[in-house]
């Protein structure tokens, strides 16, 4: 059985994931807020880079639909050449591709997200382009640091929350099919 976190052995660059982070800044695009209200404080928010084929809407285009394995890179993405090589790099069906900002003093209270295992048959990858030492992510009631550049499967199912005492924290948040690429970059881990 694969464990509830594993640090995979890609790394990506830092300086061009934050260069793309500050193109997107500089031209101007909005961050649209976490629609489940319910499930934080403070500010969450998202930037879609795969979206839901046909979604227009902000709302429709954030959203991880467990049910559709119909999506396609949206507009964001072509202002973004490093993190679109980066997804190409992933030799699998993707999914949902955002960026995911949290705030100073926001908190992901405890959830779980059902349908993200190995098992399940779909994954969720994490790469921190932006965190700090004050980023509390939590699985499982244990800390996990992801430091930037990384590469983090984790078991999402599993009860997870986040709370962030320090600057804005920014990921890369990748939905993909758990095929036999991502289960053997799962067994390839990082001590």
């Known amino acids: 059985m694969i464990p509830d976190r594993v640090k995979l052995s890609l790394f990506f660059d830092t300086a061009l994931l934050q260069a793309d982070l500050l ?3 500089r031209l101007g695009i909005g961050w649209t807020d976490h629609f489940v209200t319910r499930n934080y404080a403070g500010s969450w928010s998202i ?3 795969r979206a839901n084929r046909g979604a227009v809407h902000p709302i429709q285009q954030i959203y991880s639909d467990p ?8 507009p964001i993405l072509e202002h973004s050449p490093y993190l679109k090589e980066v997804l190409a790099g992933f030799h699998s069906t993707l999914y949902a591709a955002r960026l995911m900002r949290l705030g100073t003093g926001a908190l992901i209270k405890e959830h779980r997200d059902h349908d993200l295992d190995v098992e399940g048959g779909c994954v969720r990858l994490h790469i921190p382009i932006l965190t700090n030492p004050k980023v509390h992510f939590m699985l499982n009631g244990q800390r996990v640091v992801m430091e930037a550049g990384e590469c983090w499967y984790l078991r999402l199912s599993d009860p997870h929350s986040v709370w962030n005492d320090g ?12 095929n036999d690429w991502v289960k053997e970059q799962l067994l390839i881990k990082v001590a």
């Open 23 to 25: 193109h997107l800044e």
């Open 47 to 49: 930037l879609p880079l």
């Open 67 to 74: 049910a559709s394995k119909d999506y396609v890179d949206t």
């Open 167 to 178: 600057p804005d924290r920014i990921h890369l948040v990748v939905d993909m099919l758990a």
